[in-house]
Structure formats: C-alpha cells, structure tokens
C-alpha cells in the first residue's frame, strides 16, 4: 500500500474505535466509509460503499475496502470488537531467533525493526490501555506514547506485584496520558487508596489477573494490549486470559538474555497447542498474529497448509 492510502485507511480505524461505543448505543449494525478526501463518514451496513461494517459483536471489512487494505485491516479489526461485557487482551513479544526479548542486561532497544515499533504503536492507539510489568518499567523507563502514528495515547497500566518500583520513572509524572499502579492489595496503605492505584489479591508469584481485568473493564478499559516484558505476557497466557497473542521475531540471536514466553511443560508434541494464526511481515521481521481462541483438537496436528507472510508496507 502506498503511504497516502495506508493513512487514509489508518483514519477509518481510528474513526470505527471512536465512534463504535457511541453508535452501538443507537444502532446494532453500521457501516464506515469514505467520500472523497473527508474523514470517513456514517453509513447504514448494507451500503455498497462501507469499507467497515459493525455487525454488533465484530467490525468485518466492508465491500467498499480496497482490495490492497484487506491485509492490513485483519490485523487491527480484533482489537476493535471490544465490548464492557467482552473485553479483548491481546499479548505482544518481539524477540530474537532464539526467543530471547532482551539482552542478559535487560537492553532491548531495539529487537525488531522500526516497522514492528509502528505496528506497536498502532496497537497502543487502538487499544484503551497499554499494560507492562515492573520488570519493563525498570529497564527502559519507556513512555508508552503513540508518538509515531496519529491517534489516542492509552491509558498505561503498570503491574508490580510488590511495589518495588522507586515511582521515579517518567510515566508516573508526565502529562502524556494516565498512568495506573497495580499492585497487591497488602502494599497499599488505606490513605493511598485513589484513582492512580488497584489493588489486587495475590496468586502464585504474582497477581490474580482475572481480578485485574475485572478492576480494569470496570474503569471502562475494554481492550488491553499487554506489551511486556516476558514474565508479564506469559502470566496473562497462563491464566487463559489473551485473545490474541502477536509474536514478532528477527533474524537476530541473543545468546542467554531475558526470555520471552515461559509457560508450563507438556509432555507430549500431542498435547502442544497449535492455534491458527496469521503471518504479517514487518520489514525484516515476521509477526505470528495467534488467535488463542480459536483452538480446536484438529489444531493440535501440524498444519500443511502455510501461508505466506503478508506484507503490510
Ligand atoms: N522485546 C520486547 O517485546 C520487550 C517488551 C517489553 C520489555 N522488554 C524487555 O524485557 C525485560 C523485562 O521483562 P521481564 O519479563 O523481565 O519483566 P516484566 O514482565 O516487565 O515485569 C515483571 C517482572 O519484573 C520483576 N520486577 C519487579 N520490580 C522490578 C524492579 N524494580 N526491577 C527489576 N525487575 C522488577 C518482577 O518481579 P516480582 O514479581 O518478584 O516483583 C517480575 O518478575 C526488560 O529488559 C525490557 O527491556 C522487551
């Protein structure tokens, strides 16, 4: 796609999760599309000119797409069904060919390439809050903003278990968008309870995170797009509580750094999960888009049938 028409298309996204929560309040099913130059306009499902239909549980490409955006559509489109009664979490690595996500040193700046950092950033402006763990929050200091692309900040949600963050680090006290603590309920003190801190019971090594999404859906936070490190995205994996979970590999080797997905053991190729899945090529790297709902038994043998990567630029 060229860069007129891939900006062109990014408006109609940031125009279907701006206007999906109001529209849905007066009509079930609507359509999105273009006239001329102007921002995408409101149009009945069936018009032959929708480029994006709401079908009131999902937005499916329309007919008035262009062919060329199809790709690049699909994998934004899952983010944008979420609903306060569904919300969607969707779990995002970039690591090296040995699945490492950062150095030994915790350097990760940077794994994949300036493509994968645009799609990250697309993500966090689709989605109403970015969730990271301490462990991120400690190596990078990262601000979490959407200051490669055009649209909304999220909300930024940092996890740490036991509070051992200084609360030094800059998203605690820039004005670029909010920024919420969760921690376990035991570090809070009664006159700290306030609207930048949640408390959440504890499980296993850290928190119970279906309270976490809970706490969070409750705020009006329906899409959650968890950008790391490792441990955080593979105890939202463990807890069955990701959608979709995007792997972005490059063809780089780390050697023993920080690892990525750490999950529990299987004993047989058997028992392995396989979900389906997409493949995006982002410059040199490849992004694996898992749907972690759609697993059936069937899934769990090798497929034949690979497709190739589609590329998005
Ligand atoms: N390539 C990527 O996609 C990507 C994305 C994000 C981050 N990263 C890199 O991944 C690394 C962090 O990931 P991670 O899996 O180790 O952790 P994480 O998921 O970001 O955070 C959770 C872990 O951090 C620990 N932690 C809590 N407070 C900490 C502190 N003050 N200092 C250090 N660790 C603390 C937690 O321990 P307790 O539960 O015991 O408190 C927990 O084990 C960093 O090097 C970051 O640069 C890479």
Known sequence: MTEPSLDRIWTLLLA????????????????????????PEITGADDANAALVWRGDKFDAGPGLPPEALDFVELYLPVLAAQSEHPVVVGHLGQSIDAQIATRSGDSCYVTGKENLTHLHRMRALCDAIVVGAGTVAADDPRLTTRLVAGPN?????????????????????????????????????DELGRKLIAAPRQ????DLRAVLEALTRRG?????????GVTVSRWMKAGLLDRLQIATAPVIIGAGRPGLSLPASETMRACRRPPYKLF?????????????????????????????????
């Open 221 to 229: 936070l329906h899409s959650l797009f968890i950008e790391g490190g």
């Open 16 to 39: 279907a999760r701006g206007q999906r929560d109001r529209l849905r309040e007066h009509s079930p099913t609507f359509g999105l599309s273009f006239f001329g130059d102007t921002q």
């Open 154 to 190: 999220p909300v930024r949600i940092v996890i740490d278990t036991e509070r051992r963050l200084s609360g030094n680090q800059r998203i605690f006290s820039d004005a670029d968008a909010e920024t919420l603590l969760v921690c376990c309920a035991d570090r809070i003190s009664h």
């Open 281 to 313: 090529k982002m410059g040199d790297d490849i992004l694996w888009d898992f749907d972690l709902r759609g697993d059936t038994l069937e899934s769990s043998e090798p497929s034949h049938h690979r497709q190739a990567p589609m590329r998005l630029h």
């Open 204 to 207: 296993g090594r850290g928190l």
